[in-house]
């Protein structure tokens, strides 16, 4: 049977879009599918999902994290220029791993918040989707995915917060949250 490979964004204000496709990744890896996630916002920092990560590829090697990003932008407006520059290298390999043939799937993890900082632009990551083959499965996380990604996508999920403990003041939770 042909796969035929899909567009998947996970998006809204609520949490769970990384962890959904991380999820997707994990099944993936259980299928024996290679996977591929770049993370165009986090960069530097240590993730429980990276020791995980490790963990199945002691098993079989299929699963691969990069992280592109610098970390949070928004706190971080005087090296903007820096952060434009690290999330155009993440498009440039995403272009590049994406018509490899090397992957059945690929996480642009936060990718929607990188054009929603205006690191990358929409026209970049719509002409990505033109160039993914047809079998090959693509994720779209991050808040707020434009319209013309959303019109793209095979597969929309839009995550909804209702509530969240930060609302109380509770911080996040290491193994929660990240």
């Known amino acids: 049977m042909e796969r035929q490979g899909l567009v998947i964004v996970h998006t809204g204000d609520g949490k769970g879009k990384t962890t959904a496709a991380l999820g997707l990744a994990v099944r993936a890896w259980g299928s024996g599918l290679r996977v591929l996630i770049l993370q165009f916002i986090k960069g530097g920092q240590r993730y429980g999902e990276l020791d995980t990560i490790k963990a199945l590829n002691s ?25 434009i520059a690290a999330a155009k ?6 272009e590049e791993s994406i018509v490899s043939g090397k992957w059945d799937l690929v996480i642009l993890d936060e990718i929607n918040y990188a054009v929603k900082f205006g690191l990358v632009e929409t026209n970049e990551v719509l002409q990505l989707l033109e160039k993914k083959p047809q079998s090959l499965h693509l994720v779209l ?8 990604i959303v019109e793209a ?17 509770i911080k996040a939770q290491k193994g929660i949250e990240f």
């Open 59 to 83: 098993v079989r090697n299929t699963i691969e994290v990069r992280q592109c990003g610098l970390g949070f932008t928004r706190r971080d407006e005087a090296r903007k220029a820096e952060h």
């Open 89 to 94: 290298e993440a498009l440039r390999e995403a």
């Open 141 to 148: 996380t991050g808040r707020d995915a434009q319209p013309e």
């Open 153 to 169: 996508a095979d597969l929309v999920t839009e995550m909804r917060l209702v509530k969240h403990p930060f609302q109380k003041g």
